[in-house]
């Protein structure tokens, strides 16, 4: 069982930065892909960025060039730095790790086991 606590999170104006950290109580932290999804009101939860076991990265179009994701294994911790924030990036953002499986695809919900309670960010314009 993994557990992840989200963190960073609040409000910020248009244009402004945000960084969201996801702790991991795992062992074996290293060996999973973890990725950050967003749900906002009346939409499906999304993929927003995601990274590899091997640190290899991943990011939807809407974030790309603004969004940087990281991990650190020793610390077994996730990070998400947010620049140039939007109104459209309002949304409850999740961490979750996915199994080391060959068919994992980086930003699809459905191959994630394990997630995060969230944590709110809200951009006003």
């Known amino acids: 069982q993994v557990q992840l606590v989200e963190s960073g999170g609040g409000s910020v104006q248009d244009g402004g930065s945000l960084i969201l950290s996801c702790a991991a109580s795992?062992?074996?932290?290293?060996?999973?892909?973890m990725g950050w999804f967003r749900k906002a009101p009346g939409k499906e939860r999304e993929g927003v960025a995601a990274?590899?076991?091997?640190?290899?990265?991943f990011y939807a179009d809407s974030v790309e060039g603004r969004f940087t994701i990281s991990r650190d294994n020793i610390k077994k911790i996730l990070s998400l730095i947010m620049t140039s924030l939007k109104p459209e990036d309002t949304a409850m953002y999740y961490c979750?790790?996915?199994?080391?499986?060959?068919?994992?695809?980086?930003?699809?919900?459905?191959?994630?086991?394990?997630w995060g309670q969230g944590t709110q960010v809200t951009v006003s314009s």
């Open positions: 795992t062992n074996s932290y290293s060996f999973y892909h």
């Open positions: 979750a790790a996915a199994r080391p499986l060959p068919s994992w695809v980086p930003l699809r919900r459905y191959d994630y086991n394990y």
């Open positions: 990274i590899s076991s091997k640190g290899t990265t």
